[in-house]
């Protein structure tokens, strides 16, 4: 009887010895087997180009590890497109949009996809000039190799630059000078981006609301002699806002208003 139960045990032990001796060999094999196969050749692509461009703006050779170029790529992609619109024409010309429907007595019409599309287009319109320059100077230069990613980035800048400081007042730039502690500046182009980004776009705002002030004269007229008549018959109860926005509209077809937005938009902008 014991050594029937003996029996048993003692194959049973020799199969889990065997699995595991399997086991132990297969664990540590697959990896010296991994070892002796060579890895394949990377392949340039955009990993490269990305490298190459993180690693000129670092100033050295070596390209920085994955993680931080993800990181430093996703931080861009955040703050990088607000900054951009705010150093072109596009404040100035939603701000002055916006102002119109307020002026007509719109409140969704054009809805805001509308707007912001039509400001785009202008915006695009206008620093043709701009994107131009960049292009020839900086962007053309940098893909053919001739220059490196913090060349083409002060390239691109300079153009920008231009453009900026041609439609910024000399009191706003004074002001955040002073503010800054820096100055006088002997040519324009001196003027640093930390002065002029914040003089620019004030500058934008009060341009954009002046040209709003104006659009708004004949809209308020047309409220005024409508709110004077019902006054006059004694509808009071009436609201002169819903008999004045056909008016409105009327006016705004007749004189051509969309055309006439645009080229007054445009040729504040000197284009």
Known sequence: MLARLSAPRS??????????????FILFAAPAFAQGVPAPAPTPGVGDAVDRALGD????NAPLSLSLQVLIIMGLLTVLPGILLMMTSFTRIII?????????????????QVLIGLSLFLSFFVMSPVINQANTTAIQPYAAGQISA?????????????FMIKQT?????KMFADMAKSGPY???????FSVLLPAFVTSEL???????????????????????????????MMSPTIISLPFKLLLFVLVDGWALTMGSLAASFGT
């Open 11 to 24: 194959v049973g032990g020799r199969a889990a010895l065997f699995v595991g001796l399997l086991a132990f």
């Open 96 to 112: 002055v949009l916006s102002v119109l429907r307020q002026a007509l007595g719109l409140q969704q019409t054009p809805p805001n």
């Open 186 to 192: 002997a040519k324009p182009a001196d003027v640093p």
């Open 150 to 162: 913090t060349q083409m980035i002060a390239g691109t800048g300079e153009a920008l630059h231009g």
């Open 57 to 60: 703006l670092g100033g050295g």
């Open 169 to 173: 007042r000399n009191r706003d730039v």
């Open 206 to 236: 009060k341009t954009a609301f002046q040209i709003g002030f104006l659009i708004f004269l004949p809209f308020i007229v047309i409220d005024l002699v409508v709110a004077t008549v019902l006054m006059s018959l004694g509808m009071m």
